[in-house]
């Protein structure tokens, strides 16, 4: 079964404006990762947050860590139309991924 | 980051041929190396993990008669689609575990496209 598992399946929103993902997994991990994938292209890394960190920044990317609720966020600020892509996260030893959020950030 | 190539990016095959699909890690050695499919708008879905000299390890459902994967070298895994049909059509992208990382680090192919006529 997946591990993962990303909210909402599908968020569209204007440039400029901020998007909110989050990702809800079942047992206890030592990271969580998160990705994104272009239309028919491999995955590319974003951010890796360990379980004892609580928040973590890269660029436009802001990522938190509940573990007591098992779940992370992603936002991405002053969204661009080439954020449109799909964004999972995954977590364990052996990946597994959620069904992931469509992201689309219209021009 | 670590770099995990795919050969070949496409591939169109007739139903009942074998296509075969290496997955390479080009700047570090991957003891462990993950194998996905996934079919349009969905998720990637692990088929199995391939273990450096050892037999991989499938996911229930996933037929490894069928799946045959090899990982002979520290960067090189392949999987094989036997007798492919139809609906194996997929996207089937690799991963590779990058043993310097503390924290299991993965980096993953470009992907595969695979259409069985």
């Known amino acids: 079964s997946q591990q993962g598992e990303e909210d909402p399946q599908a968020l569209s929103i204007q440039e400029g404006e901020n998007a909110t993902m989050n990702c809800s997994y079942k047992?206890?991990?030592?990271?969580l990762q998160w990705y994104r994938q272009n239309s028919g292209r491999g995955l590319v890394h974003l951010i890796l947050?360990?379980?004892?960190?609580r928040e973590k920044h890269s660029g436009r990317l802001r990522v938190t860590l509940d573990t007591s609720k098992k779940s992370s966020s992603l936002l991405i600020t002053a969204s661009r139309a080439a954020d449109t892509a799909s964004y999972f996260c995954?977590?364990?030893?052996?990946?597994?991924f959620g069904a992931g959020t469509r992201l689309t950030v219209k021009p | 980051g670590a770099v995990v190539s795919q050969h070949p990016s496409r591939v169109i095959c007739k139903s009942g041929t074998s296509v075969k699909i290496e997955c390479r890690s080009l700047?570090?050695?991957?003891?462990?190396m993950f194998w996905y499919r996934q079919f349009p708008k969905q998720s990637l879905m692990l088929m199995a993990t391939?273990?450096?000299?050892?037999?991989?390890?499938?996911e229930q459902g996933v037929e490894k008669d069928k799946f045959l994967i090899n990982h002979a070298s520290l960067t090189l895994s392949t999987l094989t689609v036997t007798s492919a049909h139809p609906e194996d059509s997929s996207f089937y992208i690799c991963?590779?575990?990058?043993?310097?990382?503390?924290?299991?680090?993965?980096?993953f192919g470009p992907g595969t496209r695979l259409t069985v006529l």
């Open positions: 991963s590779a575990r990058d043993p310097r990382g503390v924290y299991n680090e993965q980096f």
């Open positions: 047992t206890s991990i030592n990271n």
């Open positions: 947050i360990r379980s004892n960190e």
């Open positions: 995954a977590t364990g030893n052996d990946m597994r």
């Open positions: 700047d570090f050695q991957a003891t462990t």
């Open positions: 391939s273990n450096e000299g050892s037999k991989a390890t499938y």
